[in-house]
Nanobody, 118 residues
Framework: DVQLVESGGGSVQAGGSLKLSCAASTYTATRERMAWFRQAPGKEREGVAT??????NYVDFAKGRFTISQDNVKNTLYLQMNGLKPEDTAMYYC??????????????WGQGTQVTVS
């Protein structure tokens, strides 16, 4: 079974940067579409960015500030976040094997890593 483990979250001041990582347990996971989602308290989970065969897609709030990438040798997904804002505060999840930004379509999820921007 595929396991995804996120890391790299933390607390930063507005304008700061964080780089999230998501280690996949299998080679196969990183060959499927992978994505980052986030969920703030009291809000629905929302898509942030996806990557599939080196093609990336971002939601509007992530464009120009966030960069999704992957290292297929390390089976690891990344999310570089720059220019962080308080509204970026959320639990960030990586997901694998799904469609676009449709959360319910993804078959594998990590446990999440908290990002807090003050």
């Amino acid at each position: 079974d595929v396991q995804l483990v996120e890391s790299g979250g933390g607390s930063v001041q507005a304008g700061g940067s964080l780089k999230l990582s998501c280690a996949a347990s299998t080679y196969t996971a990183t060959r499927e579409r992978m994505a980052w989602f986030r969920q703030a308290p009291g809000k629905e989970r929302e898509g942030v960015a996806t990557i599939y065969r080196d093609v990336t897609n971002y939601v509007d709030f992530a464009k120009g500030r966030f960069t999704i990438s992957q290292d297929n040798v390390k089976n690891t997904l990344y999310l570089q976040m720059n220019g962080l804002k308080p509204e970026d505060t959320a639990m960030y999840y990586c997901a694998a094997d799904g469609v676009g930004f449709i959360a319910r379509s993804y078959n594998y999820w990590g446990q999440g890593t908290q990002v807090t921007v003050s």
